[in-house]
């Protein structure tokens, strides 16, 4: 059986993956090289060389080519919406903050769109809007925002605490949770960062009637 890669990485430092699951806190404190170490003394693997372009790399170039004809044959009105963060929230970290909730933070948090795109939605500042695709639905304010990019929505994450007694300021101004509009499950990250896709996720918006 083939040595596991973790134990080629501790076998320098005479380690085993055993032995450092029976250390306190399943870590070990190595002792510092006494003089500048090369780059060809620290790479682990048996042939001193670095794959540049690992399967898991390939896989990746080959879904990027998909995206980019994908993206070529999508239909020019569709919207993308993205995370937004302002001073008055940054992730659910300020979200129970009462003095952070005012004026037209109160409120909760808005869908930021282009004018052209409010205009031809039917939407004007104000008005309630339905922001849905496949993955879910949110029914929130419009915000008119001549900085958004035509063709770009955004919604500030961090709400949604409407069943969350615990945090009463955040359970009084809810606002809407973002992530219901985000993909989840098999193909909703990105599997060389490990970081799910939370921007650029298309949906559709219309006035709430």
Request: net charge negative; no cysteine.
């Given at each position: 059986t083939a040595q596991p890669v973790i134990e080629q990485f501790l076998e320098p430092s005479q380690l085993t993956l055993e032995g450092l699951r029976s250390m306190p806190h399943q870590s070990a404190i190595l002792p510092q090289p006494e003089r500048e170490s090369f780059y060809q003394d620290l790479v682990a693997f048996p042939d001193k060389k670095v794959d540049c372009c690992p399967g898991l790399f390939a896989e990746g170039l080959e879904r990027c080519e998909t995206i980019f004809k994908e993206l070529e044959g999508e239909d020019p009105a569709q919207l993308k919406i993205i995370s937004l963060r302002t001073n008055y929230m940054h992730n659910s970290n300020l979200a129970n903050m009462r003095a952070l909730k005012e004026s037209r933070h109160a409120a909760g948090n808005p869908l930021h769109i282009h004018p052209v795109d409010a205009q031809r939605r039917?939407?004007?500042?104000?008005?309630?809007?339905?922001?849905?695709?496949?993955?879910?639905?949110?029914?929130t304010p419009v915000m008119l925002d001549?900085?958004?990019?035509?063709?770009?929505?955004?919604?500030?994450?961090?709400?949604g605490q409407d069943r969350a007694?615990?945090?009463?300021?955040?359970?009084?101004?809810?606002g809407v949770n973002v992530n219901r509009l985000l993909p989840t499950g098999l193909g909703s990250y990105e599997k060389l960062s490990n970081m799910s896709h939370m921007n650029g996720v298309p949906v559709a918006v219309e006035k709430a009637v």
């Open positions: 039917g939407l004007i500042e104000g008005d309630l809007a339905h922001v849905f695709n496949s993955h879910g639905r949110v029914t001549d900085t958004m990019l035509p063709g770009v929505v955004a919604l500030s994450h961090g709400y007694p615990g945090v009463r300021v955040a359970m009084s101004h809810p």
